[in-house]
């Protein structure tokens, strides 16, 4: 039986986007911090600079070129990173309020301060 595609696509709504501050919750590199370069939403992954550093080898592409390897940042799930309050400065769940102006916001659930428009 063949598997049915999804007709309906969404785009996926993470408590994190890129340029926030986060605290790793678990993992070899549990307890760090670091800014989001980038997010996989087909993956449910993110990108922390200076988290989960992996080796990368380089082959020589041509036979002056140079080959070695290089260290880089590997990806880490979503579920594994809490935003850090801008006001508060502490590791926090968020939660989604909607302004009177029809925005809807990201708040901190500690200190109840808006941590961004989104």
Do not use: W
């Not at 041509?62 to 502490?90: D, F, M, W």
């Amino acid at each position: 039986m063949a598997k049915r595609e999804n007709l309906t696509t969404y785009k996926k709504k993470f408590h994190v986007k890129n340029g926030d501050e986060v605290y790793v919750l678990s993992g070899k590199d549990k307890g760090k911090t670091g800014i989001i370069l980038h997010l996989i939403p087909e993956k449910d992954r993110a990108i922390v600079e200076g988290v989960n550093m992996i080796i990368k080898h380089l082959r020589r592409t041509t036979p002056q070129g140079q080959s070695g390897r290089i260290e880089r940042e590997g990806s880490i799930h979503v579920s594994n990173l809490k935003l850090i309050c801008p006001r508060c400065n502490k590791a926090t769940r968020t939660l989604r309020r909607k302004l009177e102006t029809g925005f809807r916001v990201r708040v901190c659930r500690k200190c109840g301060e808006v941590a961004e428009r989104d």
